[in-house]
């Protein structure tokens, strides 16, 4: 390759006059130029060379920067992928941190679930243990035995119509010795009413230490009555009342069906049971209520037909002529096996029930063992809603569960000592004679409930029945003295919502009012037709009883031809009515004054007049 060499400027003229080939030094005959021909050849040709080459040199180089370019490209959706890839990842991995949570967490939950399936494994195994216990303990007697052999005494009062028939009051082997060796005595009268089918005599069989029936295959009958013998718990005189439940249904036998349908119809009969039997669990109640020095009302898991059974029986405690007042209620949870369950029942329901409001009261029980800790338990008494306002009497919930579980353990203890303690404290104490109380009772109600007749002392007999076993029983009848009326005639019985009830008769029943108007007592009745009127007003225990008879008689001119309908009741009326002496300070039961305006009849009582004599009101 012609390399083209450096001269001097100071040689050009030199070599222009000697005339050489600058690369080669050969003599030049044409002295414009600066090569040989030879060696301008050769460079012709290394420089075309050189062009192809830089023209190659370019398209690589173009090529090149192509290929760069789609590398490039390539690259650019490479990296764009591989965010992609890496967003998806960081999206897996945040998916597997919140499937690792829930797999802890199901985890646990499978941990909280087959523990709770080991808890009720268990827990069904005590209660198959305990089942099987039960089983062996009573089953086997509760298939052969009656309630005679548990009650020493039992008053058959299964229908207050059936004393026209007579009360057979029955008596164990051992009830006629017990009977006549407490009479006259005084005695503590314990007395529990409730539902049935709710441990009332499961109560009773704890509080006495005997196997009272508790099985639903056997039903306490009518008034039933035990004497325990609690001597080792110091108890003495002991009388225990228990009742056939309410709330069972109307039964009615074959022969009754076939007797009752030859002169009723079929709504009639049913009428007429659900009237009697209604009237009789009231009479029941009322016997165990009036005369029961501790009185207990066992309940079950609260319901509204317990909160009216609670409300009825407040109302006739509060009515008697009892000087010490005070109710047990017993909600007895038979179902409920652990604490945790009482204890949710207790804050949830029971402290919010509309009928009651509840206080905590603290006792603590000691234990009889040396090594073994006091416990603290708790009882609630009830109080009244309305600020500044106390109970008339107290009234305190106690609660008891499954006897065979550890609730039962913890609660049902406490409450049969916490019961025990209370009967050492009765006071006022008076003798009991279930006969003379059974006379007393239905004397006393028999206005309110019997719609035709008015039954005293006179009336009513005993009478002795030897039966099979040459036990002499007790029959409790009507005596065949109360004129013409062949059956009697129950009013009609109606509990309202709030569980009272009021009796309403066939007869006309007055309304009325009463006010205190210039310390005058005004009494208004509303009697249009009145024709003759007479009032009493005596003292029953803590009210005045008053009882207004009359005549209220509407006369009407037909003649045979006019059709006539009338459903006006005239005829003979009775109105009574009860008024709390605290609230009125009634001095005179006497009046001599009245009005008759507009059908309407009133009296006043002056409430500082001495003057005691019978007054008779004629209207003419």
Not at 108 to 126: A, F, G, M, P
Not at 363 to 376: F, G, P, R
Not at 584 to 605: A, D, Q
């Amino acid at each position: 390759m012609i390399q083209k060499k450096n001269v001097n400027t100071n040689t050009n003229t030199k070599k222009k006059l000697t005339n050489l080939c600058e690369n080669c030094h050969a003599k030049i005959l044409d002295f414009k130029k600066n090569y040989c021909e030879q060696c301008y050849n050769v460079y012709k040709m290394q420089l075309s060379e050189l062009k192809k080459e830089n023209e190659r040199i370019n398209n690589e180089k173009k090529q090149i920067s192509e290929e760069n370019e789609k590398l490039q490209n390539e690259k650019n959706i490479l990296v764009q992928k591989l965010k992609e890839k890496d967003n998806e990842l960081q999206k897996m991995k945040i998916q597997l941190e919140i499937t690792n949570k829930q797999s802890e967490q199901y985890k646990k939950e499978k941990d909280t679930l087959t523990q709770k399936i080991s808890n009720l494994e268990q827990e069904r195994e005590e209660q198959k243990i305990n089942a099987e216990k039960f089983e062996k303990q009573f089953s086997s007697r509760y298939d052969l035995v009656k309630a005679e052999n548990f009650y020493d005494i039992i008053a058959g009062i299964d229908s207050i119509k059936n004393i026209e028939k007579g009360w057979k009051i029955r008596f164990s082997d051992l009830g006629e010795q017990l009977y006549k060796k407490n009479e006259g005595k005084d005695c503590i009268k314990i007395g529990v009413v409730g539902n049935g089918n709710k441990g009332k005599s499961f109560l009773l069989n704890k509080l006495s230490n005997f196997d009272l029936p508790v099985s639903t295959t056997i039903r306490t009958e009518g008034l039933s009555l035990k004497y325990p013998d609690l001597t080792k718990e110091k108890l003495k005189n002991i009388i225990l009342l228990d009742s056939a439940g309410t709330e069972t249904p109307l039964t009615l036998t074959d022969e009754e069906v076939n007797q009752s349908f030859e002169k009723k119809n079929y709504f009639d009969i049913i009428e007429e049971l659900a009237k009697d039997k209604t009237i009789t669990e009231l009479f029941l109640q009322n016997i165990i209520i009036t005369t029961a020095d501790l009185l207990i009302l066992v309940v079950g898991i609260l319901t509204y037909s317990e909160q009216k059974l609670l409300n009825r029986v407040k109302k006739e405690l509060k009515k008697s002529d009892k000087k010490t007042k005070k109710l047990y209620i017993i909600h007895n949870l038979q179902t409920f096996t652990k604490i945790e369950q009482v204890e949710k029942y207790i804050s949830e329901q029971l402290m919010h029930s509309a009928t009651f409001q509840l206080k905590k009261r603290n006792q603590t029980l000691i234990k009889k063992e040396e090594n073994e800790d006091s416990e603290n338990h708790y009882f609630y008494e009830e109080e009244v809603r309305e600020k500044n306002v106390e109970n008339d009497f107290p009234i305190y919930h106690l609660i008891m569960a499954n006897d065979l579980s550890k609730a039962g353990e913890y609660y049902n203890q406490f409450v049969i000592i916490f019961l025990r303690n209370e009967i050492t404290s009765c006071t006022n104490l008076k003798p009991f004679d279930i006969i003379k109380e059974i006379k007393t009772k239905f004397c006393s109600i028999s206005t309110q409930i019997l719609d035709n007749i008015e039954v005293n002392e006179n009336n009513i007999e005993v009478i002795e029945d030897k039966d099979d076993t040459r036990r002499i029983n007790r029959i409790i009848k009507l005596k065949n003295n109360l004129g013409e009326q062949k059956e009697l005639v129950l009013k009609k019985c109606l509990v309202d919502e709030l569980g009272f009830s009021n009796f309403s008769g066939t007869s006309y029943e007055p309304k009325f009012r009463y006010y205190v108007k210039e310390d005058k007592l005004i009494i208004d009745i509303e009697v249009p037709g009145l024709k003759k009127c007479e009032n009493l007003v005596e003292e029953v225990g803590e009210n005045y009883q008053f009882t207004f008879t009359g005549i209220k008689e509407i006369k009407t001119e037909t003649t045979e031809k006019q059709q006539y309908f009338s459903n006006i009741i005239v005829g003979e009326f009775k109105l009574i009515f009860y008024l709390k002496i605290s609230d009125f300070s009634l001095r005179n039961k006497v009046s001599n004054e009245f009005k008759y305006e507009k059908g309407i009849f009133t009296i006043p009582f002056d409430l500082n007049n001495q003057k005691k004599q019978p007054t008779q009101f004629i209207i003419d």
